[in-house]
């Protein structure tokens, strides 16, 4: 009896282990190769313990589970509740660049390695250098304006 339980535990536990894999932490890490090893663990230690006719039989249920859980899983749609939906297509700079213009100057704000953020009038937009990495507190001026884009030069 006790040989049957570690079997189903270490076969559990594999799965458990593959599941939060693929949810909470998605990629090749130690959780899913922790539970790849039990599951097989699990299997072999079904093999050694009972015989090469009950480890087939083990090792048939445990893939046929295993299958079966992934084709229910993406029919009935649980995996949509961990997908996201949503994306932003806004910009920064969007709608608030009225009245900027080029040759405005202005201070950098931020570190600018390329891209920053620099007040102009008293208003914070986000710039990018004509690749320069200036740092917070430089006096810059705008060169031109881009698709939303303020593209900034140091003021010498």
Do not use: C, H
Not at 35 to 54: K, N
Not at 102 to 121: H, N, T, Y
Request: aromatic share 12%; hydrophobic share 50%.
């Amino acid at each position: 009896m006790i040989d049957w339980l570690a079997v189903i535990i270490l076969i559990f536990f594999g799965f458990g282990f593959i599941v939060a894999e693929i949810i909470f932490i998605p990629g090749t890490t130690l959780l899913g190769l922790l539970g790849i090893l039990f599951t097989i663990s699990g299997i072999v230690l079904g093999y050694l313990t009972f015989g090469t006719g009950t480890g087939t039989l083990i090792l048939a249920i445990t893939l046929l589970l295993g299958i079966s859980i992934i084709i229910y899983s993406f029919k009935s749609g649980v995996w949509e509740q961990f997908a996201l939906k949503s994306s932003s297509n806004s910009k920064f700079n969007e709608g608030s660049m009225e009245g900027l213009q080029v040759g405005e100057e202005g201070i950098a704000i931020s570190a600018l390695r390329p891209v920053g953020k620099a007040d102009f009038r008293d208003k914070i937009f986000e710039v990018t250098t004509l690749g320069n990495f200036l740092s917070s507190g430089t006096r810059v001026r705008v060169v031109s304006i881009k698709n939303n884009k303020i593209f900034i030069e140091p003021i010498k």
